[in-house]
């Protein structure tokens, strides 16, 4: 097909072309760096609001969804089947030996010794520095060491393409989506709850299981604020010895962990219980469950008057006519840096919004106190936490991590490993035998030159 | 000890860190100085200075990122201020190594000194040096393999773009004689294949650096891949060394064309390291890889 001119030849040609990879690299490249500029996954409406322009252009070319656009498909399919392509004409070619490369290394030995003899020594030459035959005619001798490089190129894009076939697995087949767990009632996993799902041919079903929070706790780290300049002239001083870096009083709490404790039940009983934390999901039944965060709702009381608030949120309380922030709610427990350990009393610090904007501390109210705002008493009467986990249905994955991981690996064999080959060519000339060696090598540890000092001086005796 | 005592304790090592840091990046910026004057006498002191001094500043260096191992009782690259010091660390003596057959070329101890120094001094200039306890997701074994591997490759392709530039400006020097910048024309080609071999050992180790912050993905969020803008340029990255590897199977492109996407995959290494957090605020484009920022 190679050498025909008519149209599906010259496709075929150009599907094989190195060229065309870098041009379809190129291509995607560009839709990468469109897809950093533009925020994806975002409605054209938030994007009006966040001050984008092009409102016109970034709808018609989906520039907001980018990865999702029929147009970076097709370039994503083209360079797959380029990939399949250059890897399958590349197997033919591996397994023709078909290719004819310059050597690294070519020098040609004199010897009075016959043909026959000389074999003998390349023989010895050989066995002494393990390489193997490849090929042996009249006149020529191939012989080879390490693994053929051509294989290892081969096998790890046939690696890529199967990791290829892992995401379009995922695209096919994936499910996920948000759980928000409140302790002690189970939620149903099933498919009508995913808002978010992606899987262009995930099917709705009947709910396989549920699940259930029992408990979610949170661990923090106690630390201060660091007196540190913010100006690189300060900074400097203090480098020169203008003064030292200290600690001031502000407490700080670094979370550590959190934690929740989950509960499978599955046909009315309870069928796996776990822990997990960020970074150890719970697996079950091909689906996994990922802690991603936790939110806080606080009841407060002021003047009868009982509300709720969202932590880290802007809240307007009529009953003071001013926005109040309540951040850092903080229960459970808290590590200090002397190795000392102790339960938190719940509290909440409150800051005040004012008008240019900026947020005042106010104070710190701790469940079951009050607090003085603006003359009136706020009361931290409890507090309610919920656990939002994310959760994953994947065929693909298991497939792209064995691939990816075999195309690291075949590939660093590529580059790092050595491979040599050696083809000896015995001819007499005037009485003499006449050696010539091509040295081939690939990989960066490969030293063709080394190769061919080993050889001379195996073949010094025998010269001269 | 009480509190009062660790954190005294921990602020008086800071103090030390931070000053020996300031040191660390007057010293490669002098060996940066240096190496350029060098070039400019021609002196045989011009290569040699430049190099001793580099390799005193990375045995201080080493002792600077011992002290914080020690200070945190973690790797030493969780915060941006962390990370440029690795940075420049990892870059220096990935050059020193390289630069034991080159030698007597000084062009890229210079370019290679200049980015250390500037990474150091965008740390202590712009970064605050605070030791922070790790966050929940980088709580993870991936944390160093990940950081550790995707590091080596970015200060070996530092490395790599420093003989491509010197190769670049010692060809066009050559053009009216047969030796500039320590290089005759016979160790021309060469030393550009140093650049070439520089970027085939970093290439696996970006694969890798790429593959294991997919798999620390899936394993903390819950999904390998989401377009993040850090994910995306170091796709990027990977896609324009790729595009150099194989234009250097193309006759034609073997030489400029491979040259210029070997200088351009070092911008894109440098934007998926920094520029990324700066376009992420520019535009206002959320990042989960916000603890870099």
């Known amino acids: 097909m190679r050498k025909t001119d008519n149209i599906r030849g010259r496709l075929y040609r150009w599907f094989t072309s190195l060229r065309t990879s870098v041009y379809l690299f190129a291509l995607l490249t560009v839709f990468y760096i469109v897809g950093t500029i533009f925020p994806q996954g975002v409605d054209t409406e938030s994007y009006r609001q966040a001050g984008g322009r092009f409102i016109g252009a970034v709808e018609l070319l989906g520039l907001l969804d980018i990865f999702h656009t029929p147009l970076f498909y097709l370039v994503a399919i083209l360079l797959l089947v380029n990939l399949t392509v250059c890897t399958w004409e590349r197997f033919q070619g591996v397994r023709r030996r078909a290719w004819r490369e310059s050597p690294d290394v070519e020098r040609t030995y004199s010897f009075a010794l016959s043909c026959q003899e000389t074999e003998e020594v390349l023989e010895e030459f050989m066995k002494k520095n393990r390489f193997r035959p490849v090929s042996r005619d009249e006149a020529t001798i191939t012989v080879e060491k390490g693994i053929y490089y051509r294989y290892l190129t081969l096998l790890y894009h046939a690696g890529i393409v199967v990791c290829f076939v892992g995401f379009f697995l995922t695209g096919f087949f994936v499910k996920e989506g948000l759980l928000v767990l409140k302790p002690g009632e189970p939620v149903a996993i099933e498919s009508r709850m995913m808002p978010e799902i992606r899987g262009w041919l995930a099917k709705e079903g009947p709910p396989p299981f549920s699940i259930q929070l029992d408990e979610f706790r949170t661990e923090y780290i106690l630390s201060r604020k660091l007196n540190y300049p913010e100006d690189g002239l300060s900074r400097l001083a203090m480098a020169l010895g203008w003064q030292d870096i200290t600690y001031t009083d502000e407490e700080r709490y670094y979370p550590k962990d959190w934690f929740s404790s989950l509960r499978i039940l599955d046909g009315g009983t309870t069928a796996v219980e776990k822990t997990i934390q960020v970074n150890d999901p719970l697996r079950y039944r091909g689906y996994t469950f990922y802690q991603v965060g936790f939110e806080e709702r606080l009841k407060l009381k002021m003047d009868d008057k009982v509300f709720t608030v969202t932590t880290n949120k802007k809240k307007k309380i009529d009953e003071l006519d001013r926005t109040i922030i309540f951040t850092g709610f903080r229960r459970g427990t808290l590590f200090r840096p002397d190795g000392t350990v102790e339960e938190l009393h719940p509290f909440v610090t409150i800051k005040e919004l004012t008008e240019d904007g900026k947020k005042r501390p106010v104070g710190r109210l701790h469940l079951g106190e009050s607090i003085e705002i603006g003359g009136k008493s706020l009361y931290f009467e409890g507090f309610e936490e919920t656990s939002i986990l994310s959760y994953r249905y994947d065929p693909g994955v298991w497939l792209l991590w064995y691939a990816g991981f075999s195309v690291f690996g075949l590939m660093a064999l590529r580059c790092l490993g050595r491979w040599y080959m050696l083809r000896f060519r015995i001819e007499k000339k005037e009485g003499r035998t006449l050696l010539t060696v091509r040295i081939h090598s690939r990989g960066l540890m490969a030293d063709a030159q080394r190769v061919s000092g080993l050889l001379s001086a195996h073949l010094e005796r025998f010269t001269g | ?293």
């Open chain 2, 1 to 293: 000890m009480s509190v009062e005592e660790v954190l005294s304790r921990g602020a008086h090592l800071l103090t030390v860190e931070v000053r020996l840091l300031w040191l660390v990046g007057t010293l490669y910026m002098v060996a940066s100085v240096v190496s350029l004057s060098g070039l400019l006498t021609g002196e045989k002191a011009g290569y040699r200075a430049p190099h001793a001094l580099v390799g005193l500043t990375l045995v201080l260096h080493t002792g600077v990122i011992l002290l914080r191992i020690f200070e945190t009782g973690r790797a030493p690259f969780q915060t941006l201020y962390e990370s440029l010091s690795w940075f420049s660390f990892t870059s220096t003596i990935t050059y020193l190594f390289v630069a034991r057959r080159w030698h007597r070329v000084a062009l890229p101890c210079f370019f290679v000194t200049l980015i250390a120094s500037c990474a150091i001094f965008y740390a202590l200039l712009g970064r605050s040096p605070e030791a922070k306890p790790l966050s929940p997701p980088l709580q993870s074994w991936w944390f160093e393999w990940h950081v550790v591997v995707a590091f080596s490759s970015y200060a070996v392709f530092v490395v790599s773009s420093a003989f491509e530039a010197t190769y670049l400006i010692a060809r066009r020097l050559m053009r009216n004689r047969d030796h500039a910048l320590g290089l005759t024309v016979e160790e021309l080609r060469p030393f550009r294949g140093m650049a070439t071999k520089l970027v085939i050992f970093g290439f696996p180790m970006l694969t890798f650096g790429i593959f294991s912050g997919a798999a620390w993905a899936n394993e903390a969020w819950g999904r390998y891949w989401g377009w993040d803008p850090k994910e995306t340029w170091s796709l990027i990255t990977w896609t324009v060394f790729a595009m150099y590897l194989h234009a250097q199977s193309v006759p034609r492109w073997r030489d400029n064309v491979a040259s210029t996407l070997n200088l351009l995959g070092f911008l894109c290494m440098i934007m998926t390291f920094l520029g990324v957090n700066w376009l992420s605020k520019l535009l206002g484009i959320p990042s989960l890889h916000v603890y870099a920022v």
